[in-house]
């Protein structure tokens, strides 16, 4: 769909984008903390099985597990130095998950290990599938699918456009936007790898207005032998999501509980393909990744190439925050978890750290009222649900009615409905709830059924 | 420092920001858009209009205040919600109606119409239309007594029925009394010129009477995004296609549709009481569905029924179909549609 001459989809929100303070700082390499925790779950999927054991000394890029299975992945060391400990530590969700402690040597030169280069002309798509997976390669858009998994096109299926994700809606975040600006090479790279395992006849890589800069950069160094285009679209929000992206740019809509291959589209996030790009050709795996480190309680915020397995509290000390810090989340504010320990790790999936203060945090303490059926909601969501009338109904635990007559499961938690509700009703999390209670109930009745 | 802040750490879900709109914003905006008609009304009938839109908003906050601290609740005044309902509620009172009545109409109106159903949210008619509805059918005399606009004396007296006593018969003696434009053309096929009952300068309800600053109200909220334009477009729309059509057919049997969007109370029911938003749909082809009802409704009660007005029932019939309408018309989900262009 096209509106004043830039594409997009339709609903949606358009939060404040506070993008300004990072949007024009280069990347910086962040310091390695005296202690890296790597979780051996960052992907959805199954935990990677360690190769390494403990007081054992690593390489830098070295393989510290291998995956187990397909659905599974690699993971690198982000440094060189010391297995300390195997053992559990905090994730993001709140599970305690098992991870590689790992104490960089302080007089290293963290020179990075080489592995098997995977060439582009030589290499055939599988081997390239198998490449990715070594590399460890996951959706680095938050997601956190494994990217081998995702570009293999089951037989019977075809794909004749990828679209290279570069839209990065949520506030605050800018990593998207310094990675086109300065690996756009290394993005062209990745696109000529995905093209060659999906057979895709062409790409477009999806930009919004508010990246002129990205947009003229990519568009400039358009390579001759890639069939495609860059394209603009129109700034809001949540059109960084898969399905949004695809309506706004190939007018096509996901069949509700399908995906982007069965209409003929891929979506691969922009920082991930210019992995791709960047790894393959040298063999090595991600043992760092780019992050935007920002919000108003940041003394210096930025973007930021950081070791995987930074834990929180080293990364807040270094770039200071102030003294009435008061929620510190993974991601951007849209769609990021909240931290409830400094203990955890920057991860694959991280693409930011925002921090806000009492002051910041206080605008969503708000008295609740009723639901006044203002239809704000209503406008607001991407998939076009009806967020007041499930309120109505999870408020009286319908959550099979809810599922069944009102498409609940296609709630992907985007929190536009939350966002623009002027009761301040927390629609979005009474979903996250409900839709729990439905795959619940569903697996219950699966079992008990054979 | 970090220690302390990983203890006061806070963990809220997602969206940890939201927009700035709030319930008591909105409504405080309707408050704001509804300040010229309100100015207005006082202007043109003096004491009678203050007195009795004072009266109404006053009896209608007070019964809300009352009944929040009867159920044990903290006070809800704070919304705005219901000096809405009272503003609303005096403006479509006839400027001489005697102020024990509004009082009661105000009483009925928040009582029964909001607090009954669980107050905000919950009740399915404009309360400011319940309280009307209440008076018309209790007192349907004083409700259609009309006292002019712009009489010489209105800042200094007050027609002797506003005063008179508690559940007496109110005395019009000392009052001239006028038609409302619609009744001259109901009764007495006498046309108004369209242009004064645009301005204002006919008699009729207090807030009623003003078209164009109605008009300039309703803008303000469409343009804040704090009221859907299509509730309005679609009534108004609805009235002036059929009446363009009845009056082409024969113009001495059918007002001109000029005529029928600007007198009696369609401008102000459309703009501000239609679209109460606990009250309409929340769809967009809902809110179409429900203006040409109610735009439907007016012209068949206007043109074939015994009232010269019929906003007020058509407005309520509407809000009875609200719930109706949002069973039928949902949006049409994302990935259920038609696909388009797959291949």
């Known amino acids: 769909m096209r509106l004043l001459g830039l594409k997009t989809f339709r609903h949606g929100v358009h939060p404040p984008e506070s993008k300004d303070v990072t949007a024009g700082m280069p990347i910086r390499q962040f310091p390695f903390a005296p202690v890296l925790v790597i979780p051996l779950v960052q992907h959805i999927g199954k935990p990677a099985v360690p190769v390494v054991t403990e007081d054992m000394e690593v390489r830098r890029g070295q393989l510290l597990a291998r995956p187990d299975g397909f659905l599974s992945t690699a993971m690198h060391a982000p440094a060189s130095g010391v297995v300390r400990r195997i053992g559990l530590t905090p994730s993001i969700t709140g599970k305690m998950v098992p991870g590689v402690f790992l104490e960089p040597f302080p007089g290293s030169t963290q020179e990075v290990a080489d592995g098997t280069p995977c060439d582009l002309e030589e290499a055939t798509p599988d081997e390239i599938v198998a490449a990715i997976q070594q590399a460890g390669i996951v959706g680095l858009g938050g997601a956190a699918f494994p990217t081998h998994v995702k570009v293999k096109v089951p037989d019977g299926k075809r794909i004749d456009t990828v679209i290279i994700n570069g839209i990065e809606c949520e506030p605050y975040l800018t990593t998207d936007h310094r990675v086109m600006l300065e690996q756009r090479d290394d993005v062209y790279q990745g696109i000529r790898y995905v093209l060659k395992v999906t057979g895709a006849e062409r790409v477009i890589v999806g930009v919004e207005a508010n990246k002129p800069d990205a947009i ?172 007041s009338v499930l309120n109505l109904l999870a408020a009286s635990e319908q959550h099979e009615t809810m599922a069944e007559e009102h498409h609940l499961m296609d709630c992907f938690e985007c929190g536009s409905c939350s966002f623009v509700c002027p009761s301040h009703i927390p629609l979005v999390q009474k979903f996250r709830v409900a839709k729990a209670a439905v795959r619940k109930a569903r697996a219950a009745a699966k079992e008990s059924a054979s | 420092m970090i220690s302390r802040l990983a203890k006061t750490l806070e963990i809220r879900t997602s969206p940890h920001i939201v927009s700035g709109n709030s319930v008591d914003t909105i409504m405080f905006n309707v408050v704001l858009a509804l300040a010229p008609t309100t100015a207005f009304a006082i202007y043109a009938f003096g004491l009678a209009g203050l007195l009795t839109l004072g009266v109404a908003v006053g009896s209608c906050v007070l019964t809300e205040h009352v009944l929040c601290r009867a159920s044990s609740r903290p006070s809800t005044l704070g919304d705005w919600s219901v000096t809405i309902t009272g503003l609303l509620y005096g403006l479509t009172l006839p400027p001489s109606l ?232 949902q949006p049409a989900v994302y990935g259920t549609r038609r696909a388009r262009g797959a291949s």
């Not at chain 2, 929340?282 to 906003?311: H, K, N, Q, S």
């Open chain 1, 216 to 387: 003229e950069h990519l568009r400039d160094g358009f390579p001759s032998d890639l069939p495609g285009s860059v394209e603009a679209l129109r700034v809001k929000y949540p059109q960084g999501a898969e399905k949004m992206l695809i309506t706004a740019l190939l007018g096509r809509e996901v069949p509700s509980g399908r995906l982007p291959l069965d209409v003929g589209a891929m979506c691969i996030n922009v920082a991930t393909t210019a992995e791709i790009g960047r790894l393959l050709p040298r063999g090595r795996g991600i043992q760092e990744r780019v992050i935007t480190i920002g919000g108003p309680a940041v003394k210096d915020p930025g973007n930021y190439r950081i070791p995987i397995g930074t834990p929180l509290r080293f990364l807040l000390e270094q770039v200071g925050v102030n003294e009435d810090v008061h929620r510190v989340f993974m991601g951007g504010p849209m769609m990021g978890t909240a931290a409830s320990t400094l203990d955890i790790s920057v991860v694959k999936g991280t693409s930011g750290i925002v921090a806000f203060h009492d002051e910041a945090a206080e605008r969503t303490h708000k008295h609740v009222y009723p639901c006044i059926r203002c239809g704000y909601c209503v406008d607001a969501c991407p998939i076009f649900l009806n967020p």
């Open chain 2, 98 to 329: 005697p102020l024990w009545m509004t009082a009661v109409g105000g009483v009925i109106a928040v009582a029964l119409g909001k607090a009954l159903f669980g107050g905000l949210g919950f009740n399915p008619f404009n309360p400011a239309l319940v309280g009307r509805a209440f008076l018309q059918a209790a007192f349907p005399v004083a409700l259609t007594t009309w006292t002019p606009s712009f009489a010489v004396d209105r800042f200094v007296s007050v027609p002797g029925s506003t005063l008179a006593f508690p559940l007496t018969e109110a005395v019009y003696v000392d009052v001239v009394t006028t038609a409302t434009p619609l009744a001259l053309w109901k009764f007495d096929r006498v046309a108004t010129a369209t242009g004064d009952a645009a301005m204002g300068v006919i008699s009729g309800s207090t807030g009623e009477t003003s078209a164009l600053l109605i008009l300039a109200g309703g803008l303000y909220l469409v343009a804040r995004n704090m009221m859907s334009w299509r509730i309005p477009v679609a009534i108004l729309g609805t009235v002036a296609v059929v009446s363009t059509l009845l009056h082409w057919a024969d113009p001495t049997a059918y007002a001109s549709p000029g005529f029928m969007l600007v007198a009696g109370g369609l401008m102000l029911g459309a703009m501000f009481m239609a679209t109460d938003m606990v009250g309409s749909p929340m769809t967009p082809i809902g809110c179409v569905l429900y203006g040409v009802l109610i735009g439907g409704l007016v012209i068949v009660i206007r043109t074939w029924g015994g009232m010269p007005e019929g906003v007020m029932y058509a407005i309520l019939l509407g809000n009875a179909s609200t719930p109706l309408i949002d069973h039928w018309i």
